[in-house]
């Protein structure tokens, strides 16, 4: 299975933060690729001595100089390579230009995809935590397979699991389902078979008379598609349940078995992921011991097919308590790299265990990385490495300069709340 924690001292890595990788979306999908690829920057937490980050997009020189200041590797041990293009390039020439001839362990992707095998192939190192290209190239099939809607539908219905009643049909095929759903349910929601963190997801009825049918009289109307997929692309039309909580567990996977890694509450707004909060709090305990029993079982399904690495899986709490599961992701998620900063950053602080929460907070202007690092310090809200707590700007600076992605660390979930509460009124000049 390779080193439960990626990072560790094992060899210097090729870090290929491929989050411009049709595995999450349909490549169609450009601007939404690119929107993400602005993440890229927070697999610089990752960084080891003699370690390269390969990224779809530039990693600004304050913010490197921050990581490595918390993590306490010295910035000329690393190095970043940004190759030309929109992050479909292929990157080896200039990962070759950067490291010198220098040996690398393997290269860790953020998703297991072909350019991800085809780089490590070129290096001569195999993908982590596989011992060859070729034993990656073999797990394709049910990577792909288990990150859509209706692979993971199948699997897991085979192995059991609770999910909300649903149909998989073609593009032409869609507003049937609605209707046939809809007579039954009252409401669904329509998810494209290949689509991450909300994007593409269509929620219906969208307006309501009091009648509870929609104002134009069908409930399909004002119910067009996003242009995902083509007209052959799959299509999940599913029962909208009442979401109480929404909740995941992040695991890892391989010959030597299964393992949880993480639990936490996602924090959403109209099916996107805005946020996390990990782990998960006391009245969703028994939610997330359902889950890993289901993550077991997902993680057995995905090692005999060849699989081996971090997969995450997420599910919906109702009012009354009932869990039903919701997709799998098959990759390093948006909350694997936080949780390995978190956790790396208390390590050091000799702290343990934290809660930690993630979210988005805006300053009152746009202003450069430092700046913003400065507001923290200011209000005292910085993260401080000797009380293992505080707030980390984990992502880089955002392209708006305002819109900024925050990790909070704290002793317990009452602490977490504490500094996001402090934290939004600092920024907004109320505090």
Not at 6 to 25: F, Q
Not at 201 to 225: H, N, Y
């Amino acid at each position: 299975m390779g080193r439960a924690d990626p990072t560790g001292p094992d060899g210097p890595l090729v870090l290929h933060a491929n989050l411009v990788s049709g595995l999450a979306v349909d490549p169609e999908e450009r601007e939404v690729l690119r929107a993400w690829a602005e993440q890229a920057p927070r697999e610089a937490w990752l960084l080891r001595p003699g370690d390269v980050l390969v990224s779809p997009v530039p990693v600004g020189e304050e913010f490197l100089r921050y990581v490595c200041g918390l993590t306490g590797v010295p910035r000329d041990a690393v190095a970043v390579v940004v190759p030309p293009g929109d992050g479909t390039a292929d990157p080896y020439p200039h990962v070759v230009g950067a490291v010198g001839g220098r040996p690398f362990r393997a290269v860790l992707p953020t998703a297991l995809d072909g350019a991800a095998i085809g780089l490590a192939r070129a290096l001569g190192v195999p993908v982590a935590p596989y011992a060859s290209p070729a034993e990656a190239e073999a797990a394709l099939d049910v990577t792909g397979l288990l990150n859509t809607k209706a692979g993971f539908r199948s699997a897991a219905l085979a192995l059991g699991m609770r999910l909300p009643d649903g149909l998989v049909r073609r593009r032409a095929e869609v507003p049937d389902a609605v209707r046939e759903l809809l007579a039954s349910y009252g409401r669904v929601v329509v998810k494209p078979d290949r689509s991450a963190g909300g994007h593409g997801m269509v929620f219906l009825p969208r307006a309501t008379s009091t009648t509870g049918t929609t104002s134009a009289g069908d409930p399909w109307a004002g119910g067009e598609l996003p242009p995902v997929g083509g007209p052959e692309g799959l299509w999940v039309v599913e029962e909208r349940v009442d979401v109480a909580r929404s909740v995941s567990v992040q695991m890892e996977t391989g010959p030597g078995g299964t393992r949880a890694l993480f639990s936490g509450e996602m924090r959403t707004a109209e099916g996107a992921f805005t946020g996390y909060l990990s782990p998960l709090p006391a009245p969703a305990a028994d939610a997330g011991a359902v889950l890993e029993a289901w993550g077991h079982a997902l993680g057995g399904f995905l090692a005999a097919r060849g699989y081996a690495g971090p997969f995450g899986l997420d599910a919906m709490v109702t009012p009354g308590g009932e869990v039903l599961a919701g997709e799998s992701n098959v990759r390093r998620t948006a909350t694997t790299t936080p949780h390995a900063m978190v956790t790396r950053l208390t390590d050091r602080s000799g702290t343990g265990a934290p809660v930690w929460a993630t979210g988005t907070a805006r300053t009152p202007a746009a202003c450069s990385f430092g700046e913003a690092v400065d507001r923290l310090r200011g209000a005292r809200l910085a993260y401080d490495p000797a009380r293992g707590e505080g707030v980390v700007l984990y992502a880089g600076p955002p392209p708006d300069g305002r819109t900024w992605r925050y990790a909070v660390i704290a002793g317990d979930h009452a602490g977490v709340a504490h500094h996001e509460r402090r934290l939004r009124a600092s920024w907004a000049g109320t505090g």
